[in-house]
Nanobody, 125 residues
Framework: QVQLVESGGGLVQPGGSLRLSCAAS????????MNWYRQAPGKQRELVAG???????NYADSVKGRFTISRDNAKNTVYLQMNSLKPEDTAVYYC???????????????????WGQGTQVTVSS
């Protein structure tokens, strides 16, 4: 089974920076897209940033120019560099791996999606 483990969350002052990491492990053949979502209390989960296996990125308007998503395909790891953080960025951030192909011995299973457990980011003075 594929597991996603996030790290790097914590408490930071407004204007500060954090770097989130998410490492996928398991019998992984390929991962199509890797994404970061976030969910604040009482709010719907929203897409923050995404990146394809080819490096194409997309961002929510609220984070453009401040956040940067990247990935290391060899390590099956995705990163989210968050700069100029605002209190409005406070949320639980979730890593998502989309279109993950896994293997059993020499055979491959159909693509599936996986989620991390989430990491808390709090921006407060």
């Amino acid at each position: 089974q594929v597991q996603l483990v996030e790290s790097g969350g914590g408490l930071v002052q407004p204007g500060g920076s954090l770097r989130l990491s998410c490492a996928a492990s398991g019998r992984i053949v390929s991962i199509n897209g890797m994404n970061w979502y976030r969910q604040a209390p009482g709010k719907q989960r929203e897409l923050v940033a995404g990146i394809t296996s080819g490096g194409t990125t997309n961002y929510a308007d609220s984070v453009k120019g401040r956040f940067t998503i990247s990935r290391d395909n060899a390590k099956n790891t995705v990163y989210l560099q968050m700069n100029s953080l605002k209190p409005e960025d406070t949320a639980v951030y979730y890593c998502n791996a989309a279109g993950v192909v896994t293997r059993l011995f020499t055979t491959s299973r159909a693509p599936d999606d996986y989620w991390g457990q989430g990491t808390q980011v709090t921006v407060s003075s």
